[in-house]
């Protein structure tokens, strides 16, 4: 195991640990925060070609929500953040649906294309297929870089409808010590 303390663009202060086995090769790595911060919900309406270029700051707590056309991505167990662009979120999409639209059937696959088709029109033309995306994050390390974006603090009931772990506001604040 590794511990390394050092300054990350965009999140800060950050202890990266890092750990391996030898025998099989797996490697984790995990960048905590020793600055505490509240839950917090990002939301940002896509529609002008300058918002593909806002940068997403992605915590490994953060989900991200396309609400109009119902896309939610939630963090696993060994989910990892990332830095990227509204571009790259909505490739990710883009990508993930079409990987998997091949095996579905009939109404599932209309369903599915239906969303490549809206996802698609907004990365093409913001303005005419604009879309909400919103980051929710527990342990309030998200950010979304642009003056249109709306932030507020995650109620006890945003935190409890996340999947996976319930997280009380106290919870959330010590998870991101």
Not at 117 to 137: I, W
Not at 162 to 176: D, H, I, M, V
Request: with cysteine; proline share 6%; charged share 25%.
């Amino acid at each position: 195991m590794q511990v390394d303390v050092r300054e990350i663009a965009y999140f800060g202060e950050h202890a990266q640990i890092s750990l391996a086995c030898a025998s099989c090769g797996w490697r984790r790595t995990e960048f905590l925060s020793p600055e505490p911060a509240d839950p917090i919900g990002l939301r940002l309406l896509v529609n002008d070609t300058e918002h593909l270029a806002v940068r997403i700051v992605r915590s490994a707590s953060s989900s991200v929500i396309l609400p109009e056309i119902g896309l939610e991505v939630h963090p696993g167990s060994d989910a990892s953040g990332y830095v990227t662009n509204i571009e790259g979120v909505l490739t990710r999409f883009v990508e993930q649906i079409r990987h998997v639209v091949d095996g579905t059937q009939q109404d599932e696959r209309e369903e599915a294309e239906s969303m490549l088709t809206r996802l698609e029109a907004c990365l093409d033309e913001p303005g005419s297929a604009p879309l909400v995306l919103e980051l929710l994050d527990p342990s309030g390390h998200a950010q979304l870089l642009h003056d249109d974006v709306e932030s507020w603090t995650l109620s006890q009931d945003e935190l409890s409808d996340l999947p996976g772990r319930t997280w009380s506001p106290e919870e959330a604040k010590e998870e991101s010590e």
